[in-house]
């Protein structure tokens, strides 16, 4: 026949008093022990989508799908589905104060197509980093890994490779259903 813990304690010598606050004792460091487990279970539960640190909801996933159009097309050097992207009232302060490098939709798309003719292979990577909201807004902070083959003439053809922290802004079109780029071109 076997002792419960609680018999094993008194028979060695410990009065009834000391057994019930050592057992009290071990039963709150079990809950304790307990709850923290399952707070950590829940809190580790959050989900990032693949290869990003962005959190798995719908949205967001709808957001890294329009970013993965919108990277293919640099990809691809397609002018016509960058600027099908960019919504007609796009404008780019280029982080500076003044409006001399302001760049809206006409001179995005006059930017592009020398781009095209410049550029003649492209490698463009992105790590999502955030996917924030404001108002009517979605922000997209990410870094990117961009390699471009430039035709300085047609026998002059080098790499170039840029890396760096980029934002674009988004607006959702709510009759349209679809995303287009504020800025961050």
Not at 77 to 95: E, F, I, K, S, T
Not at 120 to 137: N, Q
Not at 144 to 153: N, T
């Amino acid at each position: 026949m076997g002792f419960s813990s609680r018999q094993w304690i008194i028979g060695n010598g410990l009065g009834k008093r000391s057994v019930d606050l050592v057992m009290c004792c071990m039963r709150r460091a079990l809950a304790t022990m307990a709850l923290s487990a399952s707070l950590l279970a829940a809190v580790g539960c959050t989900k990032n989508i693949p290869n990003t640190t962005v959190k798995d909801t719908p949205e967001n996933r709808a957001v890294i799908t329009f970013m993965e159009n919108y990277r293919n097309a640099v990809e691809s050097r397609d002018v016509g589905a960058l600027l099908a992207m960019a919504h007609p009232q796009y404008l780019d302060d280029n982080g500076t104060p003044t409006g001399d490098d302001d760049l809206d939709y006409r001179a995005l798309q006059r930017k592009l197509s020398r781009w095209r003719e410049r550029v003649t292979d492209v490698r463009y990577e992105i790590k999502y980093r955030t996917i924030t909201r404001e108002m009517d807004r979605v922000m997209i902070a990410y870094r990117y890994s961009a390699s471009f083959r430039i035709a300085y003439d047609e026998e002059d053809q080098r790499w170039s490779r840029r890396i760096g922290e980029n934002r674009l802004v988004l607006l959702y079109d709510d009759i349209e259903r679809r995303y287009y780029v504020l800025s961050g071109m």
